[in-house]
């Protein structure tokens, strides 16, 4: 939905990332929107921070922090003690945001980044819904939920199903 590009920001003299939408369909800029003013709302260690959000003559983008580190993904296979750490970082994202009735529902290892620190942030909300049956099936195959092929009603369990992946 998405690419992320390395910009400087020339007024507040640091790196950031700055995403673009690669759609210009409306439901799926309606989407991206969402993405920014959700994460704007989420203020948590753990979760990426945005910053500014705007549209000029490519399409919509908004800018974020710049993480550092690397994927999950490319960390495995893992110590049992440094996965738990890192789970418990993810589980403590998606509890504020389930706490909000919210779904990321991508959740995968490419979507949680692995900082210098040893902290995880989760990344990516371009799938991001209320809890319910959402208009779109999206995610990472070996990571989306059953009930969501089957177009049933999602709730915090649905994040839970792709954490149960990651961690396997």
Known sequence: MGAVYRVF??????PLALKRSLSQERRF?????????????????RII???DYGVDALGAYYTMELLSGRDLG????????EACRYLRDVASS?????ARRLLHRDL???NVRVGENGRCKLIDFGGLSSFGVPELVVGTPPFI?????????LDQR??????GAVAY
Not at 158 to 163: E, K
């Open 108 to 110: 995968s290892p490419r």
């Open 94 to 98: 998606l509890g504020l945001l389930h």
């Open 74 to 81: 490319e960390l495995a296979p893992l110590d049992y003690r």
């Open 145 to 153: 939920p059953p009930e969501a092929l089957h177009r049933l009603p």
């Open 9 to 14: 920001d020339q007024v507040a003299h640091k």
């Open 29 to 45: 800029l309606g989407m991206f929107e969402r993405e920014y003013h959700a994460l704007l709302g989420l203020k948590h260690p």
């Open 158 to 163: 649905a994040d839970l199903f792709a954490l």
């Open 49 to 51: 921070e945005v910053y």
